[in-house]
């Protein structure tokens, strides 16, 4: 019903900045939320932000003031900007969409992960 294809990760150096990318494909499926989360090495998977159609946003608190996500609602997409990395930023991150199947059955997809490593 949906595949998502995530880019745009990479490394970079603490106070650095990145651009993520997701490109959902859909099908009979309606689009009602699109988010980003990670997980890193010896993690669990945790929210990181997350965009509603109308446009309303959640962060999570270690992201607030850093991150800003957005969407275009007319491509599928959602972005993450990641200014002032940290070096506890490393993950994987991983877009996420929840909808509606055929407008009816609530369904959830993950695309595959992009890496984002910080160091120095």
């Known amino acids: 019903q949906v595949q998502l294809v995530e880019s745009g990760g990479g490394s970079v150096q603490p106070g650095g900045s990145l651009r993520l990318s997701c490109v959902a494909s859909r099908s009979m499926f309606t689009i009602l939320s699109m988010g980003w989360y990670r997980q890193g090495p010896g993690k669990q998977r945790e929210l990181v932000a997350r965009?509603?159609?109308?446009?309303?946003?959640n962060y999570a608190d270690f992201v607030k003031g850093r991150f800003t996500i957005s969407r275009d609602n007319a491509n599928n997409t959602v972005y993450l900007q990641m200014n002032r990395l940290k070096p506890e930023d490393t993950a994987v991150y991983y877009c996420?969409?929840?909808?509606?199947?055929?407008?009816?059955?609530?369904?959830?997809?993950w695309g595959q992960g992009t890496q984002v490593t910080v160091s120095s």
């Open positions: 965009i509603i159609t109308d446009g309303s946003t």
């Open positions: 996420n969409v929840g909808g509606l199947i055929m407008s009816m059955r609530a369904a959830e997809y």
